[in-house]
């Protein structure tokens, strides 16, 4: 199991408010409306590494960032709840549900920033960002 399938499957078990958990696969139908909200969808964003420390060889920290995009439809309905009521609260359970926590080989999962991505096909599209680290090597 990859990072990111890790990453997916803890958001999967630790909170359960979400109808559909996926991958970037499935960010197509999120954007067709074809989704059972509220869905959260998680992605590689980015990844650098830092410089080489070694003389003979290869060692280097790569940092890894991680977009989660947290779909909630935008109707208050019977509960008038606001969409981005909605989506707070499903930020802060996968807050809670990543913060400090590794993945295999990586460090603690840290938090980075989130965004509105869209108002779109009547969903409020939120995307959360969290880096992780790892190392490589090859000497």
């Excluded at 208050?76 to 295999?104: H, I, M, Q």
């Amino acid at each position: 199991m990859n990072t990111r399938q890790e990453i997916q499957a803890r958001i999967k078990e630790q909170c359960l408010d979400f109808k559909e958990v996926a991958g970037a696969a499935d960010y197509q139908a999120l954007l067709s409306g074809r989704i059972n909200a509220p869905g959260a969808y998680v992605f590689p964003d980015s990844q650098k590494a830092g410089e080489n420390t070694l003389v003979n060889g290869i060692s280097q920290r790569v940092n890894r960032l991680f977009g989660i995009t947290i779909a909630v439809r935008n109707v208050s309905g019977a509960r008038n709840v606001d969409s981005s009521d909605e989506n707070t609260d499903l930020c802060n359970k996968v807050c809670a549900a990543l913060l400090g926590w590794s993945p295999t080989d990586c460090e603690p999962i840290e938090y980075v920033d989130g965004q509105l991505m869209a108002i779109h096909n009547g969903f409020h599209l939120w995307m959360e960002r969290y880096r992780t680290a790892t190392q490589i090597r090859k000497v």
